[in-house]
Each structure stands twice: as structure tokens, then as C-alpha cells.
């Protein structure tokens, strides 16, 4: 019933939302429509249907698909802020509006489908709905450089689909031979469970194809090219949606692979494999992030690094890196969605992105200005903030096994961490520059995620903690 | 089974990684496209056997789209828009066609090695034919990555689905669940590209995506 709720609420607004030609209420309407998903989704904890041919909900799936309707939610209220403001400006056109809410409710929809697939093939018809209409709201505004971005992300995107579309007629092969022909070899509560038969040569190399087919979409160097051209050119919002919930559910169908080739005693281990991806992910982005002049495309870079320190988390494994990977993940969901709220009203307010054209903004706009060094404080990892711990939590782990890796690890998070506190303080401080109009933000949003954020660095809820070490287990 | 349907599914495969081939050499953008066309019709035979000796009815659903989709539908969309574009001469190639093709023969002595022994367990048919799906999907890369053209990147991309959709047909007993989805992302993917070449002929007067890297995002 809740399940059905998650699925049949974003799709119908879908509908509704692109048949709907009032562009004010479009806007409320989308932002109810998120509001029922998280309410339905947030039921999941509680109902807890049995696994179907199709659909599933477990442990590991509810995290996500909270956290996606969530910052699904925040996302659409300060959607409505911005688009009015493009509205104004004359940047889109009421036709090109409607276009985008249908869009956004169909990828919270694909979203929303890929989390709760319990079919390795559904999985994958959900993660290209989703990177399609994401392409498609990166070009909206039709200049050069979001066409160029639009264009690269559709190629690389579907190269990497294409990739992963074949790992997953690989795992369907090594599982036929052991559950039988039809769905049930390619659900994932069969899978994992009769894993230990499965031929291991094949498993390994459809583990590769996967690896390299979703980790395109989860932005891991050097399959990454697409991504900080995606973030700076489309509207904000669908930068904080990219950062915050795409890259996750790329990441989640890795997971779930993952620990079907963990359960095989025969397969390769994969933990080697996604380390080196991590760690060179974060490496690159850090250095890449000095010499940024974009803000969007700096986070974009931004969001490189933390997803090769996730997935650099996951790929060491056991409980401890598992639960700092898990709660990395939510806490730079959170952050850096936020971040972009606020580089969206900044660059309104601006007029521009580039960034030695944005000076002294805590003087100018101190709201927005320190919003901004609130969340490039969390997003660096300094102390009082939740990914400060994370990320120490994670260094810790990998010295106690590999303390190499925890050098080369450290040091790539200072460079990032240099790098992102010399742009601050030329956006934030000093004189101010340019334009001081002052746009009509949303600041409910911004403020929900950092206080999370912070709460989330101080005191962890035991309830909470418990049930991500709980996840943290399953994940292996 | 009997050899000789081994041996006509071996043929369509076999013959799918050839037309690759010649998509690999055209010089000229009409014949790209008809060589399209020929490569969904071989694609859709190759299924349509696969139908036959598996006695799998849905499969000729999944023959059937890529008959008219792939093999009639598209390839007249393209050569519309071709027309329209007035980009029916030339192909510009990043690389050589002979280096190309030499490129080509090792993707598919690659697919070869790698494939065969992996998927020994699986039965000849699946095995073989899995082993040239990966040759046309590495063949279909690599024309993406040496066409500098728009239209040829789409063309290499359709034959990458093209080499899915046959080592989807050569999993045995697969659920319809996927063959379907693929037909329909390739629509989707198609309104997607006409969407895109449209807009990109607007702005540049090109399809050349070389043009599109003067847009590069970082400006000082």
C-alpha cells in the first residue's frame, strides 16, 4: 500500500503537473506531491510488505529511499524560490516550467522505482528514466555551454548504462543455472541468498561491467567527465538533486551487487576494486578543486571527492567503514544540497557563476553569505559538523588495516580541504562586489539541512546509530 | 539441439558483428544510415531465430520492435534530419578508417578470449553468442569515440543496443521485463536525440560535436 504511495504519488503529479497550465500553483503543487512521497516513505519504517516479484523494502533500501524523499521535499520548496525568479528574469518560459515539474516528479518517480526494485532488470529501466530526465532538464536553458553539458551526459551516461545493462544479463546468466529460468533469478532476495552457487567467473565479470556502468553514474574518476559540466549548467535545483539523491542510487546498485559478489566464497573480493576507484575519485577532485572559477562546477567537483570517499568507505568494508561510508553518504546528501540552495539564490542575486566576480557576500547578503561558509565548513570536514566525524571515523578504520592508505587518503582530504577554504574566503569575505539586489529566497530549507547536519556531528539519536551499525552489518 | 540451428543463430550473430564492421568504414552519411538499418534487420533476424529454437513466443515481440523501430522507423527519422541538416557528404573520422579497423579486429579477438571461457557452463548457444554481443558492443564504442559527428554517435550508440538486445535474447528463458525496456529506452532515447539535434543545429548551424567544445565551461 505505502509502497504503491512512494511509486503512484510522483508519477501521477507527473501527469497532472504537465497537463496543469497555472504556473503559480504548479510550483505548491509540486511541492505537496514531495511532501506526500516522504510521508508515505516514511510510513516504510513501520510497514514492511513481503518481498514481491518486483518490488522489495529491507534495511538497507529504507535509508535511501528517506533520505531521497527528504532532500526530494527541501529541494522542491526551494524550487519554487528560484523558478520564480527565473520566471522573472525571462530565463524560462511558462511552457519550459511546466516541462520541468513534469520532469521533476518523473525523476523522484525513477528514483523512487530503482531504490524499491527487487528485479535487477526493473533496477536498471529506473536508473536510465531517472539519467534521462535529468538530461533533459540540463539542457533547459538552451545556451551553448548546457547543450554541450546535456550532449556529453547523455553520451557518457548511456555508455555507462549500456555497460551496466550487460553486467546484469551476466548476473542473470550465473544465476539461471542455479534458480531457474524467470524472475526469481533476478530478484535480489534470491540472489543474495543463493549466491554461494553461482559460477564465480561469471559474477566477477559482471561485476566489473557493473562497477564500471554505474560507477559512470556515480561520477567515479576517470568515468567522471560528465558531471561537473551537468552541475554548473542546468537549473540549481537539479544540481542539488544530481549531488544529493543521483549519485547515491548509482552507488546503492553497486552496494547491492556488491554484496551478492560478497556472499560467493569463489568471486574476487570487490573491496580492492572500489578503494582504488575511491581513492583516486578523491585525489583527482581535490587537486581539480583549486583552480575552479565556477562555484556549481567547484561543487561538482566537490561532490567527485565525497563520492570517492564513499565509495572508497564501502569498498574497505566490515561494520565500522561500512556505518561511517553509510552516514558519509547521508550527511553529504544533506550538506552539499544545501550548499547549492544557497549558491542558487547567490548566483540569482549575482547575476553570475563565475566566481572572482563574487566578493565580500557576508557583507552584502549575510544570510546567504554565511550559509554559504556554514556549508563549505561541514562540506571541508571542520569539527563541530557531522562530516567531520565521518570522516575521521573513516581515516581511523583504514590506518588500523592499511595505514598507507589512510595517508594517501588524508592527505587528498586536506588538499580538498585547502583548496575549498582559499575560495571561501574570496566569495565570503573582503569588500563586496557586483550586485547586492536581494533575490526572494527560501531559507527553510538551507537551515533544516545544516541544523541536521550539525545535530547529526554533536549527538547521534542511539535509535539512529543503532539502526545504521544494523545496516552497516547487512552490507558485509 | 540440432546443429544446424546452431549454426543459422551462429551465422546472425556472426553477421551482426560484421555489419558492425562496415558501420566502422562509411564515409558518407546515407550510407551510414541504411548500414543501420541493415544492422537492426539482422539484429531482429537473430531474434527471431532465437524465438524459434527456444520456444519463446514473447521474443518475437522483442524481433518485431526491432523490425520496425530500429530497422525502418529510425533510419527514415535520420535520413530526414539529414536532409534537413544538408549533412549527407561527409564523416569526419578522429582517427584513420584503417587503424580503425584494426582497433576493431582486436575489440573483437579481446570479446573472443575473454568470453569463451568464462561462459563454458552456459551452453554453446549462449556462449557463443554472448561472445560476439561483446565484440558489437566494444565495436559500437568504438565508433562513438572515433566519430567527431553527432548523428554517427547516435548511430554507434544504437548499435551498442543493438549487441545488448542480442545477449539479452541469448540469456535463456530472460524475462520479457527487459526486452521491452529496451525498445523502450531506444525511443525514448531517439526523442531525446532529435530533441538535442535540433536544438544543437539551432545554436551552432553544426552537428559537428567538435564545435560544441569551444563551449567548454571553464572561461578565466
Known amino acids: 500500500m505505502l509502497v504503491g504511495a512512494v511509486l503512484i504519488i510522483p508519477a501521477a503529479s507527473a501527469g497532472l503537473l504537465a497537463a496543469l497550465p497555472d504556473n503559480r500553483a504548479t510550483a505548491r503543487l509540486n511541492a505537496l506531491a514531495s511532501f506526500l512521497t516522504l510521508v508515505a516513505a516514511s510510513g516504510l519504517f513501520v510497514e514492511r510488505p513481503q518481498p514481491g516479484h518486483y518490488l522489495i523494502v529491507d534495511d538497507l533500501n529504507v535509508v535511501f529511499i528517506v533520505l531521497s524523499t527528504f532532500v526530494g521535499f527541501t529541494t522542491s520548496l526551494f524550487s519554487g524560490s528560484y523558478i520564480a525568479h527565473e520566471l522573472e528574469t525571462g530565463r524560462l518560459t511558462p511552457l519550459y516550467l511546466r516541462f520541468y515539474h513534469a520532469m521533476y516528479q518523473t525523476l523522484m518517480f525513477g528514483m523512487n522505482l530503482a531504490l524499491l526494485s527487487n528485479n535487477i532488470g526493473l533496477m536498471w529501466v529506473a536508473i536510465e528514466l531517472a539519467t534521462l530526465t535529468t538530461v533533459l532538464m540540463v539542457g533547459i536553458y538552451r545556451t551553448p555551454a548546457a547543450l554541450e553539458a546535456a550532449w556529453k551526459y547523455f553520451l557518457l551516461g548511456s555508455v555507462g548504462i549500456a555497460l551496466a545493462l550487460f553486467g546484469t544479463i551476466l548476473v ?41 556502468g554505474y560507477g559512470t553514474k556515480v561520477g567515479l574518476v576517470p568515468l567522471h567527465a560528465w558531471l561537473p559540466d551537468a552541475h554548473a549548467e542546468g537549473p540549481t535545483p537539479i544540481s542539488a538533486v544530481l549531488s544529493g539523491l543521483l549519485l547515491n542510487v548509482a552507488l546503492f546498485a553497486v552496494l547491492r551487487f556488491k554484496s551478492v559478489l560478497a556472499a560467493n566464497p569463489g568471486a ?11 581513492l ?26 565525497h563520492m570517492g570517499i564513499v565509495t572508497f568507505a564501502f569498498g574497505m568494508g566490515g561494520p565500522l567503514a561500512n556505518f561511517a561510508g553509510l552516514l558519509h553518504m547521508t550527511l553529504h546528501s544533506l550538506t552539499k544540497s544545501a550548499i547549492f540552495f544557497c549558491v542558487g539564490h547567490i548566483a540569482q542575486a549575482k547575476g553570475t557563476q563565475h ?65 575549498l577554504l582559499l575560495r571561501l574566503n574570496g566569495l565570503a569575505f573582503g569588500d563586496p562586489h557586483g550586485s547586492s539586489a536581494r533575490p526572494k529566497a527560501s531559507f527553510v530549507p538551507v537551515l533544516a539541512h545544516f541544523g541536521l547536519v550539525l545535530v547529526a556531528g554533536i549527538w547521534l539519536p542511539p535509535a539512529l546509530t543503532e539502526w545504521f551499525q544494523h545496516v552497516a552489518r547487512l552490507l558485509r | 539441439m540440432d546443429r544446424l540451428a546452431l549454426d543459422v543463430a551462429h551465422l546472425f550473430a556472426g553477421g551482426l558483428v560484421l555489419v558492425s564492421f562496415m558501420l566502422l568504414y562509411q564515409d558518407r552519411m546515407t550510407g551510414l544510415v541504411n548500414n543501420f538499418a541493415l544492422h537492426a534487420l539482422v539484429v531482429s533476424l537473430a531474434v527471431a531465430w532465437q524465438a524459434h529454437i527456444q ?13 520496425v523501430v530500429k530497422a525502418i522507423v529510425i533510419p527514415f527519422a535520420l535520413h530526414r534530419i539529414i536532409v534537413q541538416l544538408g549533412i549527407h557528404r561527409t564523416i569526419e573520422t578522429v582517427v584513420g578508417i584503417g587503424q580503425t579497423m584494426l582497433a576493431g579486429i582486436g575489440l573483437v579477438a579481446l570479446s573472443i578470449i575473454v568470453m569463451l571461457p568464462i561462459t563454458a557452463k552456459a551452453g554453446t548457444l549462449t556462449q557463443q553468442d554472448l561472445a560476439f554481443a561483446l565484440s558489437v558492443l566494444l565495436l559500437g564504442l568504438l565508433m562513438m569515440i572515433s566519430r567527431r559527428n553527432a548523428v554517427s554517435q547516435v548511430v554507434g550508440f544504437m548499435s551498442i543496443e543493438n549487441g545488448l538486445i542480442l545477449a539479452a535474447t541469448g540469456a535463456k528463458g530472460m524475462p520479457l521485463v527487459v526486452e521491452i525496456s529496451v525498445a523502450f529506452s531506444i525511443l525514448i532515447a531517439l526523442i531525446v536525440i532529435g530533441v538535442f539535434l535540433f536544438r544543437i543545429r539551432e545554436r551552432f548551424d553544426t552537428v559537428d560535436i567538435h564545435a560544441l567544445h569551444e563551449y567548454r565551461g571553464e572561461r578565466p
Do not use: C, Q
Open chain 1, 172 to 212: 542473470y546468466l550465473a544465476a539461471h543455472s542455479v534458480v531457474g529460468e524467470g524472475l526469481d533469478a533476478m530478484a535480489w532476495n534470491v540472489l543474495v541468498r543463493r549466491a554461494p552457487e553461482f559460477d564465480p567467473a561469471l559474477l566477477n565479470l559482471a561485476f566489473l561491467f557493473l562497477l564500471l
Open chain 1, 355 to 419: 566566481m572572482p566576480d563574487i566578493r565580500g557576500l557576508t557583507v552584502s547578503h549575510p544570510v546567504l553569505g554565511w550559509g554559504l561558509v556554514l556549508g563549505v565548513a561541514a562540506i571541508a570536514g571542520l569539527p563541530p559538523m557531522g562530516i567531520f566525524m565521518t570522516e575521521f571515523l573513516i581515516v581511523t578504520t583504514t590506518f588500523a588495516r592499511h595505514p598507507l592508505l589512510a595517508v594517501a587518503l588524508g592527505l587528498g582530504l586536506l588538499t580538498g580541504f585547502g583548496a
Open chain 2, 55 to 67: 520456444h519463446a513466443p514473447h521474443l518475437y515481440i522483442t524481433a518485431a520492435i526491432a523490425l
Open chain 1, 268 to 278: 574476487f573480493a570487490p573491496g580492492p576494486l572500489m578503494v582504488s576507484l575511491g
Open chain 1, 280 to 305: 583516486i575519485s578523491v585525489i583527482f577532485a581535490s587537486f581539480m578543486l583549486y583552480r575552479r572559477h565556477d562555484i556549481k562546477r567547484m561543487f561538482g567537483y566537490s561532490s567527485i571527492e
